[in-house]
């Protein structure tokens, strides 16, 4: 079993629908969790970071953390075509640790227009 | 403020060379980490670095290795390449996690092809 869950998609939505991507992990001691969004050819670029549980919201996105259910999401509201990209989710043991990540799979996204 | 800084972006080497990988991390940033990625494995951590030590060290072979500059750039090297090594390489730079702050920043990556 892999320590983290992800669904790999592809997941196909109409423009303006709210998106919805999830992970799953088997590892209680993870402290930081971070989604990632990757364009084809591109490194991964931060969208969002949150320490232990709770909610997190940054302009379209919100991201949840329920540590209790080890179970992460990304909320995307008012879904664009120029959102069509990779979702990757990460975690991290953090402070005093390490600052290695352990990744999904990545959840594959298409907006339709 | 600069992003985080890898090159080349793109190699074609032969199988049995060797190659080294070059990332500069954001300023002020002092902890380095590189990551492979394929297709059918994902993300996976290769290593990283802070103050000059390596710190942790992911399943690799020991044809894997780095480095850490004071300056806090970093190199990483493959020696005798194999077909398998064909893969998108991923630096990613962060503050201090023993701060507490574990955000890590990527590159573009550089893309590596075994021939």
């Known amino acids: 079993q892999k320590e983290v869950e992800q669904d790999p998609g592809p997941l196909s939505v109409p423009e303006g629908a709210i998106v919805s991507l999830n992970c799953t992990y088997s590892?209680?001691?993870?402290?930081?969790f971070m989604w990632y969004r990757q364009y084809s050819r591109k490194g991964p670029e931060l969208l969002m970071y949150t320490y232990s549980s709770g909610n997190k919201e940054d302009g379209r996105f919100t991201a949840q953390v329920d540590k209790s259910s080890k179970y992460i999401s990304l909320f995307i509201r008012d879904s664009q075509p120029s959102d069509s990209a990779t979702y990757l989710c990460a975690m991290s043991l953090g402070r005093g640790a390490t600052n290695k990540l352990i990744f999904g799979t990545g959840t594959l996204l298409a907006v339709q227009p | 403020k600069a992003g985080v800084t890898q090159t080349p972006r793109y190699l074609i080497k032969t199988r049995g060379q060797q190659v080294t990988l070059s990332c500069s991390p954001i300023s002020g940033h002092r902890s380095v980490s590189w990551y492979q990625q394929t297709p059918g494995q994902g993300l996976q951590f290769l290593f990283e670095?802070?103050?000059?030590?390596?710190?942790n060290k992911g399943n690799f072979p020991g044809r894997f290795s780095g480095r850490q500059f004071s300056n806090s750039r970093s190199e990483m090297n493959v020696s005798t390449l194999e077909l398998g090594d064909s893969a998108l390489y991923l630096c990613?730079?962060?503050?201090?996690?023993?701060?507490?702050?574990?955000?890590?920043?990527f590159g573009q990556g550089t893309r590596l092809t075994v021939v």
């Open positions: 670095y802070f103050s000059e030590t390596q710190r």
């Open positions: 590892n209680s001691a993870f402290q930081y």
């Open positions: 990613a730079s962060s503050v201090d996690p023993t701060g507490g702050n574990a955000e890590a920043f």
